[in-house]
């Protein structure tokens, strides 16, 4: 995943979001703050927006980790798997874009905001859990093949 946009143009949120309407709000509130920014975005602040914005996208990363850790054992498959594509949405296009973002309203061609440790959790328990599913599925067609 990632933005859209280039050019001298606007950066536009990913479609991804729409499947996953927290996540949706979330890249839009940050949007309105950072248009009121660009508004007065001086060199001086980057450093600091750029933490700023990163601390908050990592809680929301943890929250949503969170979640999962403590509701995991009693979703449904459906529900499981809708929470575990919101954490990839998360790490591979929300916070991305919110980088690219960034870089827009401070004018930077490089990013300041490491995606891939602001989303670390969510990636981590991501990978961790499709892992976990390869190796169920693998199991079971030994199984079957074994019974054959």
Not at 8 to 32: F, I, K, T, W
Request: net charge negative.
């Amino acid at each position: 995943g990632g933005g859209g946009g280039g050019g001298g143009g606007g950066l536009h949120p990913p479609s991804s979001l729409l499947d996953h309407p927290p996540l949706a709000v979330l890249c839009n509130r940050v949007c309105e703050v950072l248009n009121e920014l660009r508004e007065c975005a001086i060199a001086s602040t980057m450093t600091r927006a750029h933490r700023a914005v990163a601390a908050s996208l990592a809680l929301s990363c943890e929250s949503l980790a969170m979640f999962w850790v403590d509701q995991e054992s009693v979703l449904g498959e459906g529900d499981r798997q809708q929470v575990l594509s919101a954490m990839r949405c998360m790490g591979e296009t929300l916070v991305p874009y919110i980088a690219a973002c960034m870089q827009r309203v401070y004018g930077t061609s490089k990013p300041e905001m490491q995606c891939r440790t602001v989303a670390a959790c969510v990636l981590e328990q991501v990978e961790f859990e499709e892992k976990a599913i390869r190796e169920r599925q693998g199991e079971e067609e030994r199984r079957k093949r074994e019974e054959e």
